[in-house]
């Protein structure tokens, strides 16, 4: 299984980026996907999760109406649409694969992140 960020990258506030996790290894269409943030010094903070339940998506409540997660089963491709960035968005982004297709099976894979830096 691998998992390979992309995207990040240096911006100003009020920028928008698109993160991109490629993967392979399994099947990408059987397994619900997230995003996993860790600012400078503080833990891991869940972002969002995109399940293969009919498409259904979790937003964490702070990053509602900014962010929104989208796969591309074709291509097994998860993403990350992040508009608006704002200085508290600064951190490493993980692409994070869960054990199953619901959202009930605990991730088993990580990927090594992309940075994401906002700044003026």
């Known amino acids: 299984v691998q998992l390979v960020e992309s995207g990040g990258g240096l911006v100003q506030p009020g920028d928008s980026l698109r993160l991109s996790c490629a993967t392979s290894g399994f099947t990408f269409s059987n397994y619900y996907m997230s995003w996993v943030r860790q600012a400078p010094g503080k833990g891991l903070e869940w972002v969002s999760t995109?399940?293969?339940?009919?498409?259904?998506?979790y937003y964490a409540e702070s990053n509602k109406g900014r962010f929104t997660i989208s796969r591309d089963d074709a291509k097994n491709t998860l993403y990350l649409q992040i508009n608006s960035l704002k200085s508290e968005d600064k951190a490493v982004y993980y692409c994070v694969k869960g054990g199953g297709c619901y959202y009930d099976q605990p991730y088993d894979y990580w990927g090594r992140g992309t940075q994401v830096t906002v700044s003026l």
């Open positions: 995109d399940t293969c339940d009919n498409g259904r998506t």
